[in-house]
């Protein structure tokens, strides 16, 4: 005998405390019999708790950003099913922290290259926006921060770490070898030196032509030249001064030449080993009169200079490149010297010694500038629209942060160990004690004994040519 019936319907995923299920369909809770005065058929609980402390080892599917700042290691199971198995960044052990607790087992998603785009040129939704939107993934880490477009889209969770944004600016580069030499005195200092060189040469013609008794070598003009030059580069003079006007000159300019020479070949050797760096770029107002491009993420960055009023405002998004990948602005920044970027410390520091892109660092590393910080965001994690889950990370991450878990967590991360060693391994290379002089670093001498031995064969051949035409 069939007896009317009426169902009750829930959305809510309710399969048991035990049982993992994924929504897809309404699920019925009980039916109510309409005979007699009715009854339920199952006679079960309405309203189940909704959110669980303990969610029995379900997964937690997870969308990580990985090819920023980690490494991402993916390993061939059979049946052709692949684990993707992630560094242990900050980031990724504050969340196996908060799902431990939870009691979730973590289902890592294929990397993404644009993760943190928000839409593509057709307006839709990618990165991990559009995984979490699509129901594609539960939760999403790395490098997110608040923007007032993300929580229409998807719910946050509360902050973990505060990150600080500087500008970084191309750092200076070593003086030419070359350009030692020159670099000894000022423009004013060598032209004293000359000037001083050509009045001596006149001084000695004049003493020695009001002696009688004085050699003829020094009455000369040319001679005079030869002598006071041979002095300044500490060789002998052909002949020695009979008066004692030209001996105590003589004397003078002697001891004037040990000076200077002295004074060059000091620091022409400091420069040899160590040429030293061009000016650097110290603050806001240089990077401006620089006339570099400003290359940064126009949606996390663009609405930090949108004061009309202001002109350094206007001149930096005229002048702005849109760089949706942080370590090719950084890249361009140190190695090509064409644009300043804005970047966090922490990250530019990880990329130079720690991470996958340490090799195409090398050599070439970007300058902060130590002023006030661009802006500072909080790091979160970001969940479904309306995510049961909200509430107890909510709260793992509050106990977690004012334990000091999440610093010690920084401190004791992966990349820091990386960084650290690195950097003990480079302490280790500029402390030596020695510096070995090679070929670039005489570079400089010898192209000054190239210029000095050239105008010698030059001098020669004319002489050649000239008593060739007159004998």
Same mark, same amino acid.
């Given at each position: %005998?069939?007896?009317? #019936?009426?169902? *009750?319907?829930?959305?809510?995923?309710?399969?048991?405390?035990?049982?993992?299920?994924?929504?897809?369909?309404?699920?019925?809770?009980?039916?109510?019999?309409?005979?007699?005065?009715?009854?339920?058929?199952?006679?079960?609980?309405?309203?189940?708790?909704?959110?669980?402390?303990?969610?029995?080892?379900?997964?937690?599917?997870? #969308?990580?950003?990985?090819?920023?700042?980690? #490494?991402?290691?993916?390993?061939?199971?059979?049946?052709?099913?692949?684990?993707?198995?992630?560094?242990?960044?900050?980031?990724?052990?504050?969340? /196996?922290?908060?799902?431990?607790?939870?009691?979730?087992?973590?289902?890592?998603?294929?990397?993404?290259?644009?993760?943190?785009?928000?839409?593509?040129?057709?307006? /839709?939704?990618?990165?991990?926006?559009?995984?979490?939107?699509?129901?594609?993934?539960?939760?999403?880490?790395?490098?997110?921060?608040?923007?007032?477009?993300?929580?229409?889209?998807?719910?946050?969770?509360?902050?973990?770490?505060?990150?600080?944004?500087?500008?970084?600016?191309?750092?200076?580069? /070593?003086?030419?070898?070359?350009?030692?030499?020159?670099?000894?005195?000022?423009?004013?200092?060598?032209?004293?030196?000359?000037?001083?060189? %050509?009045?001596?040469?006149?001084?000695?013609?004049?003493?020695?032509?009001?002696? =009688?008794?004085?050699?003829?070598?020094?009455?000369?003009?040319?001679?005079?030249?030869?002598?006071?030059?041979?002095?300044?580069?500490?060789?002998?003079?052909?002949?020695?001064?009979?008066?004692?006007?030209?001996?105590?000159?003589?004397?003078?300019? %002697?001891?004037?030449?040990?000076? *200077?020479?002295?004074?060059?070949?000091?620091?022409?050797?400091?420069?040899?080993?160590?040429?030293?760096?061009?000016?650097?770029?110290?603050?806001?107002?240089?990077?401006?009169?620089?006339?570099?491009?400003?290359?940064?993420?126009?949606?996390?960055?663009?609405?930090?200079?949108?004061?009309?009023?202001?002109?350094?405002?206007?001149?930096?998004?005229?002048?702005?490149?849109? @760089?949706?990948?942080?370590?090719?602005?950084?890249?361009?920044?140190?190695?090509?010297?064409? =644009?300043?970027?804005? @970047?966090?410390?922490?990250?530019?520091?990880?990329?130079?010694?720690?991470?996958?892109?340490?090799?195409?660092? +090398?050599?070439?590393?970007?300058?902060?500038?130590?002023?006030?910080?661009?802006?500072?965001?909080?790091?979160?994690?970001?969940?479904? /629209?309306?995510?049961?889950?909200?509430?107890?990370?909510?709260?793992?991450?509050?106990?977690?942060?004012?334990?000091?878990?999440?610093?010690?967590?920084?401190?004791?991360?992966?990349? +820091?160990?990386?960084?650290?060693?690195?950097?003990?391994? #480079?302490?280790?290379?500029?402390?030596?004690?020695?510096?070995?002089?090679? %070929?670039?670093?005489?570079?400089?001498?010898?192209?000054?004994?190239?210029?000095?031995?050239?105008?010698?064969?030059?001098?020669?051949?004319?002489? =050649?040519?000239?008593?060739?035409?007159?004998?």
């Amino acid at each position: %005998m069939e007896v009317p #019936a009426l169902g *009750i319907y829930t959305w809510f995923p309710y399969r048991g405390p035990n049982q993992c299920s994924v929504v897809d369909e309404a699920v019925l809770l009980d039916m109510w019999l309409m005979e007699g005065e009715g009854n339920f058929v199952r006679n079960s609980f309405f309203f189940p708790k909704k959110e669980y402390n303990n969610f029995h080892r379900c997964e937690l599917r997870v #969308a990580s950003s990985v090819a920023d700042s980690r #490494a991402e290691n993916t390993t061939q199971n059979p049946g052709n099913n692949r684990d993707h198995i992630f560094d242990e960044h900050f980031e990724i052990s504050l969340l /196996k922290l908060i799902t431990k607790t939870m009691n979730f087992t973590l289902k890592f998603l294929p990397h993404l290259k644009k993760f943190l785009k928000l839409q593509d040129d057709s307006g /839709k939704y990618i990165g991990y926006t559009g995984l979490l939107m699509n129901d594609k993934a539960d939760i999403a880490v790395g490098g997110i921060i608040r923007t007032g477009v993300l929580t229409n889209l998807v719910d946050v969770t509360k902050s973990y770490w505060k990150v600080r944004w500087q500008w970084y600016v191309p750092c200076p580069v /070593k003086f030419p070898g070359w350009q030692s030499i020159f670099r000894i005195f000022s423009l004013s200092g060598w032209l004293c030196i000359f000037l001083a060189a %050509m009045l001596a040469h006149i001084v000695i013609v004049f003493l020695a032509r009001f002696r =009688i008794q004085e050699n003829e070598s020094f009455k000369g003009f040319v001679n005079a030249v030869l002598d006071v030059w041979a002095l300044i580069l500490g060789v002998s003079i052909l002949s020695l001064p009979r008066t004692n006007p030209l001996r105590l000159f003589f004397s003078a300019w %002697m001891c004037y030449s040990l000076a *200077i020479n002295t004074v060059f070949q000091a620091y022409l050797t400091t420069y040899l080993v160590d040429p030293g760096f061009e000016k650097s770029i110290t603050s806001i107002e240089e990077v401006f009169t620089s006339g570099t491009k400003y290359g940064f993420s126009s949606t996390f960055f663009d609405r930090n200079f949108n004061d009309k009023s202001n002109s350094k405002d206007v001149e930096i998004l005229r002048n702005r490149i849109d @760089c949706a990948d942080m370590v090719t602005c950084l890249l361009w920044t140190a190695k090509y010297r064409n =644009i300043s970027s804005i @970047c966090s410390p922490e990250f530019v520091e990880y990329f130079y010694y720690g991470s996958n892109y340490s090799d195409k660092f +090398r050599g070439y590393r970007p300058c902060e500038l130590k002023e006030t910080s661009v802006l500072v965001t909080d790091l979160f994690m970001a969940l479904q /629209k309306g995510s049961i889950f909200l509430d107890r990370v909510n709260e793992i991450i509050c106990r977690l942060v004012e334990a000091g878990i999440s610093t010690y967590l920084k401190k004791c991360s992966t990349e +820091r160990r990386k960084i650290f060693e690195a950097k003990s391994s #480079a302490s280790k290379i500029g402390t030596d004690e020695y510096h070995a002089l090679t %070929m670039n670093n005489m570079q400089s001498a010898f192209y000054l004994l190239l210029v000095g031995h050239s105008l010698g064969l030059i001098s020669f051949l004319i002489e =050649i040519l000239y008593f060739k035409m007159h004998l």
